[in-house]
C-alpha cells in the first residue's frame, strides 16, 4: 500500500511539472519588456530597450522630434494585455496627454519578437501615434481667445480691448541706416532709456521689430509723423485689455500683458509665450476666469515640409489627430460704479501723501468706488491699508456703551487730560471748553472727546469691543467681497494703557478705508453690511501661483505688508468668522443720531450745505510713529442716503480739516 501512494505521488508531481512547462510560454518576458518599453517612451528616452534591427540610441532620437512639438508636456504610458503568435507578442500601448485644458487619449500596438531567448521590441513609428508613417512628427497649433472684460454697475466696461499702438524700430526697414542712432533718436522720443533700447535693437535679428513702447491710441501726443521721420521707425496698430485710463482702479484691477518669462515658468504649462495674463489686482486673481483657454489641435506632418510643399497637398500637409476647442473667458462682473471710481480718483489726485476714498451703498454693500490716490505708488491703500483710525472707531465705542445701557442723552465726564497708568490723555487741540465737564454721551461724540471715551474703559472691556467692531461688519470675514482685502482688526484682550488706546481708536486696533466704509454703512443699514466687489467669483479658477478666491478673495483679508506708514500694522490677528450680535436697528438709530449731531453742532459743520439727505459723519485723527509731536492719520467717515463714504490720508493732520473737505467735494458732486 505505501509503495502505491510514493509511486501516485510521483506521477502527479510529474504531470504538474508537465502543466507549468507547457504554461510557460514566454508571456511574462513579454509582459516584463512591454512594461518596460511603455515606461521608457513615457520617460521620452528608450535607450535601456532592446530594440529588433534599431538602435536604441537612434530610436531615442527619433521619439523625442516627433513628440518635440509638445515640449514640456509628456504622456503617461502603460501596457495593455498581450497576445502571442508563434514567437511574436503584440501589446497595446495606452497613452494619455494634458494638452492645454483636454486629455488625449489613444492606443497604438507595439509588437515584440523573441530572439535567443529574449523578447525585442520591434521599432516603429506607428507605436508613438496612431497612424504615425516613417519620417512623420507630431505639431501644434493654437489659438487664444480674447481675454473677457472686467465690467462694473450696470455692466458699464471696465476693462475691455481698447485700440493701441506699438512703437518700435522695424529693421528691415533701416536700409542702410544706423540702427543704434534710430534706436536712441526714437527712445528719447517716446521716453524710454536710449542706451537700454539701443542694445536690444542691434542685439535683435535683422527681420525684428523691437518694441519700444506701446501707447494708447486715445489721447497719443507722439504722431505718426513724428514716428515716421526716424529711419526704421513706426506704429503699428493693436487693442490691449485696458481700463478707461492709465490709473483707473489700478490697484484694485491690476493690469493685463504679455507673460513674462517667471510668470510662464510659475504657471506649470498654462502660459506660454505670447499669451497675456494678469498683474495684481482682481485681473491676476481671476486670471484663469478672465483668459479662458486655448483652442489647440495636435496633428501629424512629414518633417521637413517647405511652405511651398505645404501649399500642394491637402490640408498643408497636416493630418488632425486630437483637438481641444476654444474656451473664451468670462467676464468679471463688479459693483464699481465708473463715474464715482473717477471722481474719487480726481479728488484724490491733488493728494500728496497716500490716500484713499471708498463708497458703498449700504442698502446692498456694493463697493462702488475703491480710489487709492497717487500718493500711493501702486498700493491698494484702499482695500489693504492697515492704519489706526482713531476717534471714527468711537462709532464702536458708542455702540458697546449703548449696549450697557447708555444713550446718546446719558451724561459722561470729559476732562481736559486723564492719566491712565502713568500715560496722561487729553483731547485734540482747540478742543471747545463748552463741552468739557459733565456733556451728553451725544456731544461728548460730536466733538470727538477723548477722555470721556477712556473714561469708559472701566466699563467697556476690550472684549466688548471686539464685539461691538464684528456687529458693525468690521475685523469680520466677508465672504461675498470676492477681493483682497483687510476687514480690520481689534484684538479681544487688552489691559492698562493698551485698553485705555483702543478706546479712541489707537493702540493695536487697526481698519483699512474700505472697512470703515463698512462699519459707517452698518450704522446707515441698521444692520452689519456685508461689503461686495466681484458679483461672480465662483465662475473662474485662479492660475497657479496667482493666490485664489479661498485664500485672499473670499476670506477678505490680505497676506499683503502693511504700508510703511504704519509700523504697528504689521501682523494684525486673523478676522472673526461671524459677529457675536450683529448691530440692531434700534442701536443703529441712536448711533446715527449721534453721527448727524457731529455735522449739526460738532467740527463737520461744512458737510450741513452738502445737498440732498441729512449727512451723518465721524471725523478721525490717529497719531503714529515716534516723531514729537507725533504724525497723525486724517480720517473721516460719512452716511447720506444709500451712501456711505470713508476718506483717509496718510501723515494728513486732522480728519476734519484735511479728509473733511475732500469728503465734502465727493459728496457734493456725487448728488
Known amino acids: 500500500m505505501g509503495n502505491i501512494s510514493k509511486l501516485s505521488s510521483v506521477l502527479i508531481g510529474l504531470i504538474l511539472g508537465v502543466s507549468l512547462v507547457a504554461c510557460d510560454d514566454g508571456r511574462a518576458g513579454a509582459q516584463d519588456a512591454a512594461k518596460q518599453l511603455a515606461s521608457a517612451v513615457a520617460a521620452l528616452d528608450v535607450g535601456p530597450v532592446a530594440f529588433e534591427g534599431k538602435d536604441s540610441g537612434a530610436a531615442t532620437e527619433q521619439l523625442r522630434q516627433v513628440f518635440k512639438a509638445l515640449d514640456p508636456v509628456k504622456p503617461t504610458v502603460g501596457s495593455g494585455e498581450l497576445t502571442l503568435d508563434a514567437g511574436m507578442a503584440t501589446v497595446p500601448l495606452n497613452y494619455s496627454w494634458k494638452i492645454g485644458s483636454g486629455e488625449w487619449k489613444y492606443t497604438t500596438s507595439a509588437q515584440f519578437k523573441k530572439s535567443d531567448g529574449k523578447w525585442l521590441a520591434v521599432w516603429s513609428p506607428g507605436l508613438l501615434a496612431p497612424g504615425l508613417a516613417e519620417g512623420e512628427i507630431l505639431g501644434t497649433q493654437s489659438q487664444s481667445p480674447a481675454r473677457a472684460e472686467i465690467l462694473g454697475a450696470g455692466d458699464a466696461k471696465l476693462v475691455t480691448y481698447r485700440p493701441v499702438v506699438n512703437v518700435g524700430i522695424d529693421k528691415p526697414r533701416l536700409a542702410s541706416s544706423d540702427p543704434a542712432a534710430s534706436a536712441t533718436q526714437l527712445a528719447q522720443l517716446v521716453g524710454v532709456d536710449p542706451a537700454a533700447y539701443a542694445q536690444q535693437v542691434?542685439?535683435?535679428?535683422?527681420?525684428?521689430?523691437?518694441?519700444?513702447?506701446?501707447?494708447?491710441?486715445d489721447g497719443r501726443t507722439i504722431t505718426d509723423d513724428q514716428i515716421g521721420a526716424i529711419p526704421g521707425a513706426r506704429a503699428i496698430p493693436d487693442s490691449l485689455p485696458l481700463s478707461p485710463s492709465r490709473t483707473f482702479a489700478r490697484a484694485l484691477l491690476g493690469t493685463a500683458a504679455e507673460a513674462n518669462a517667471e510668470q510662464i515658468e510659475k504657471s506649470n504649462g498654462t502660459l506660454k509665450a505670447g499669451d497675456t495674463t494678469g498683474t495684481g489686482g482682481l485681473q491676476q486673481q481671476y486670471?484663469?476666469?478672465?483668459?479662458?483657454?486655448?483652442?489647440i489641435q495636435v496633428f501629424a506632418e512629414k518633417a521637413g515640409l517647405t511652405p511651398e510643399e505645404r501649399q500642394t497637398l491637402p490640408n498643408g500637409g497636416?493630418?488632425?489627430?486630437?483637438?481641444?476647442?476654444?474656451?473664451?473667458?468670462?467676464?468679471?462682473?463688479?459693483?464699481?460704479?465708473?463715474?464715482?471710481?473717477?471722481?474719487a480718483e480726481g479728488i484724490l489726485g491733488k493728494v500728496g501723501p497716500a490716500s484713499a476714498i471708498v463708497a458703498l451703498r449700504p442698502s446692498s454693500g456694493a463697493v462702488l468706488a475703491a480710489a487709492s490716490g497717487p500718493g500711493s505708488n501702486g498700493y491698494d491703500t484702499a482695500m489693504?491699508?492697515?492704519?489706526?483710525?482713531?476717534?471714527i472707531f468711537k462709532i464702536v465705542d458708542s455702540l458697546a456703551m449703548i449696549r450697557n445701557g447708555m444713550t446718546p442723552e446719558s451724561t459722561?465726564?470729559?476732562?481736559?487730560?486723564?492719566?491712565?497708568?502713568?500715560?496722561?490723555?487729553k483731547n485734540?487741540?482747540?478742543?471747545?471748553?463748552?463741552?468739557?465737564?459733565?456733556?451728553?454721551?451725544?456731544?461728548?461724540?460730536?466733538?470727538?472727546?477723548?477722555?470721556?471715551?477712556?473714561?469708559?474703559?472701566?466699563?467697556?472691556?476690550?472684549?466688548?469691543l471686539e464685539a461691538a467692531a464684528t456687529s458693525l461688519g468690521v475685523a469680520v470675514e466677508a465672504p461675498s467681497l470676492g477681493a483682497s482685502a483687510f476687514l480690520g482688526s481689534v484684538p479681544g484682550e487688552a489691559a492698562g494703557t493698551e485698553h485705555a488706546a483702543s478706546m479712541i481708536g489707537q493702540g493695536k486696533v487697526l481698519l483699512s478705508p474700505l472697512s470703515a466704509a463698512v462699519m459707517a454703512g452698518s450704522v446707515a443699514k441698521g444692520a452689519p453690511v456685508a461689503a461686495q466687489l466681484v458679483l461672480n467669483p465662483n465662475e473662474g479658477v485662479t492660475?497657479?501661483?496667482?493666490?485664489?478666491?479661498?485664500?485672499?478673495?473670499?476670506?477678505?483679508?490680505?497676506?499683503?505688508a502693511a504700508p510703511s506708514g504704519d509700523a504697528t500694522a504689521s501682523a494684525p490677528p486673523a478676522p472673526a468668522s461671524s459677529a457675536a450680535a450683529p448691530v440692531t436697528a434700534a442701536e443703529a438709530a441712536a448711533l446715527a443720531d449721534m453721527m448727524r449731531a457731529v455735522v449739526t453742532s460738532g467740527h463737520a459743520g461744512f458737510l450741513a450745505s452738502v445737498p440732498g439727505a441729512p449727512v451723518g459723519a465721524k471725523t478721525g485723527t490717529a497719531e503714529f510713529g515716534s516723531d514729537n509731536p507725533p504724525k497723525t492719520h486724517a480720517w473721516i467717515v460719512a452716511v447720506h442716503g444709500d451712501l456711505a463714504v470713508a476718506v483717509f490720508v496718510e501723515e494728513g493732520g486732522l480728519g476734519a480739516t484735511v479728509s473733511g473737505p475732500l469728503l465734502k467735494e465727493f459728496l457734493t458732486a456725487a448728488g
Open 202 to 217: 542691434q542685439a535683435a535679428g535683422p527681420e525684428a521689430f523691437v518694441n519700444a513702447i506701446t501707447l494708447r491710441e
Open 287 to 295: 486670471d484663469a476666469q478672465l483668459r479662458g483657454s486655448d483652442g
Open 318 to 343: 497636416r493630418r488632425a489627430l486630437f483637438q481641444v476647442e476654444i474656451k473664451v473667458g468670462t467676464p468679471l462682473k463688479t459693483t464699481l460704479d465708473p463715474g464715482l471710481q473717477q471722481l
Open 384 to 391: 489693504l491699508g492697515q492704519y489706526a483710525p482713531g476717534s
Open 412 to 425: 459722561v465726564e470729559c476732562p481736559a487730560t486723564l492719566s491712565v497708568d502713568g500715560r496722561t490723555f
Open 428 to 464: 485734540a487741540e482747540g478742543y471747545p471748553a463748552s463741552s468739557l465737564g459733565s456733556v451728553t454721551l451725544r456731544d461728548a461724540f460730536a466733538h470727538s472727546c477723548n477722555t470721556a471715551f477712556i473714561n469708559a474703559r472701566d466699563t467697556v472691556s476690550q472684549a466688548q
Open 543 to 560: 492660475s497657479p501661483g496667482t493666490g485664489s478666491p479661498g485664500a485672499t478673495g473670499t476670506s477678505g483679508t490680505s497676506q499683503a
